[in-house]
């Protein structure tokens, strides 16, 4: 059974930092590219970051580049999000995800889902 289980929400000011994980069981977490989506109530489940199944490729969404930085470690089945200087429209629930085929900002190319984690940043 596969599972994608994030953690390290919270509310924070803006300005503030925080880090995202999400541990993956159930699957051969090396062989699969990751991803970090994000929503807010009413919209659509947008792109965040993204980072290929092992090397430092990664691809980002342009208001988070430069200020969050992904990455993974295989051999703990763990992928992190790093935030810093957080700003209030930041705040959402951030999902990761996970595919087999290379990286892609589409959601719906992501077989899957964590069942996400509340980000708050208040000004």
């Known amino acids: 059974q596969v599972q994608l289980v994030e953690s390290g929400g919270g509310l924070v000011q803006a300005g503030e930092s925080l880090r995202l994980s999400c541990v993956a069981s159930?699957?051969?977490?090396?062989?699969?590219?990751m991803a970090w989506f994000r929503q807010v109530p009413g919209s659509e489940r947008e792109f965040v970051a993204a980072?290929?199944?092992?090397?430092?490729?990664?691809l980002y969404e342009d208001s988070v580049k430069g200020r969050f930085t992904i990455s993974r470690d295989n051999a703990k089945n763990t992928m992190f999000l790093e935030m810093s200087t957080l700003r209030p429209e930041d705040t959402a629930v951030y999902y990761c995800?996970?595919?087999?085929?290379?990286?892609?900002?589409?959601?719906?190319?992501?077989?899957?889902w964590g069942q996400g984690t509340q980000v708050t940043v208040t000004s």
């Open positions: 995800a996970a595919r087999s085929g290379v990286v892609v900002r589409n959601r719906h190319e992501y077989n899957y």
């Open positions: 159930g699957l051969t977490f090396s062989s699969l590219s």
């Open positions: 980072i290929i199944r092992s090397g430092p490729g990664t």
